[in-house]
């Protein structure tokens, strides 16, 4: 399934959940936020929410900041 | 002394706040955070890549104990783009606490205004506790109290430009006329001005470059740390008057002249 992650293209292989999405990308779980089309997910709607195709995904982690 | 500073429902002992932005390593971060003994540091969001995955700190800050993490908007254009950081921000920190940064130029990185008004009315309506970067601008200060901002966050100086207390006079009206908390962010240089900042009543500062960009961050941060509270016990104790003419700490009895001198006329 085509996404876009990050502003980039990416091809998901797996069962098209975001759990699934993390997975594959190898982020952690536990340090991502994530949006879809500009939507806050909660993590815990990761494993239970099904992305569709042409979805702009966004992960974000914490990093320096003043 | 039991001097603690309320920030909405959130309480600290210490008065400097640290930001974790510019250090050379995230290693160097983590030991000026320890030196600083402060009990808040800001952090970023930024597009997970896998191949930056030492930049994560979420790991290296959740060792700490006793620091909460506050996370900023930095990087929102708007107040759509900021509500958004912030939603983000708070999936990963577990905590309602935000400091709400709108800076749009980045030739002078100082806060859009009205957006960054515009985005705390919706913040505090979503329960957040706002703490908004802002102009030293006394009028804006007054309506983000008024909207429910648990503090107000004036800048020193531009960020990063080590220009110190520039916007002192906008700063101590600010002060006089604030119910939350005063901190001074950004523009801060050396723990001299963070003690003055405290003196004029400044609950209290933040503080990334000047410590980040130190040649011994650690050594600044707890330069910082007694700075910082010299000038909060300063503030404290209370500062003598100021006076127009001279005042002796001294006796000024003439008793080294000769008898028949007469004493001087002052």
């Not at chain 2, 960020?159 to 006079?169: D, V």
């Amino acid at each position: 399934m085509k996404l876009t992650v990050n502003g980039e293209p990416h091809e998901h292989q797996g069962n098209g959940s975001i759990d699934a999405l993390l997975e594959e990308l190898g982020a952690h779980k536990e340090h991502t936020a994530l949006m879809v089309n500009g939507n806050v997910i909660s993590s815990k709607e990761w494993k239970t929410t099904i992305l569709n195709k042409n979805d702009a995904v966004e992960m974000l982690v914490f990093v320096g900041g003043g | 002394m039991n001097d603690i500073l309320k920030v909405g429902n959130q309480k600290f002992k210490s008065r400097l706040f640290l930001g974790t932005g510019k250090f050379s390593s995230t290693k160097a971060m983590i030991a000026a955070v320890k030196a600083s003994g402060t009990e808040l540091v800001t952090v970023a969001l930024r597009r997970f890549n896998r191949a930056q995955a030492e930049d994560d700190l979420y790991g290296p800050l959740a060792e700490l104990s006793n620091v909460q993490i506050m996370p900023n908007t930095s990087g929102a254009m708007n107040a759509k783009e900021a509500i958004r950081a912030a939603l983000l921000g708070r999936e990963l920190s577990k905590s309602p606490i935000v400091k709400l940064e709108i800076h749009p130029n980045p030739h002078h990185l100082l806060p859009d205004p009205i957006e960054t008004f515009e985005a705390a009315i919706e913040l505090v309506k979503q329960d957040f506790i706002v703490l908004p970067y802002i102009p030293a601008d006394p009028v804006l200060a007054k309506r983000l109290e008024d909207i429910g901002c648990a503090a107000v966050m004036p800048l020193g100086a531009a960020i990063g430009t080590g220009k110190g207390l520039a916007m002192a006079e906008m700063i101590k009206i600010i002060i006089r006329d604030a119910n939350i908390p005063v901190v001074v962010d950004a523009g801060l240089r050396a723990p001299s001005e963070a003690a003055h900042a405290l003196e004029m009543g400044s609950d209290a500062v933040l503080v990334n470059s000047a410590i980040a960009a130190a040649e011994n961050p650690t050594a600044m941060a707890a330069a910082f740390k007694t700075g910082t509270e010299a000038g909060r016990a300063a503030h404290l104790a209370g500062l003598m008057p100021t006076s127009e003419i001279a005042v002796a700490s001294s006796p000024l009895t003439h008793f080294l002249a000769p008898a028949d001198e007469k004493e001087p006329i002052i």
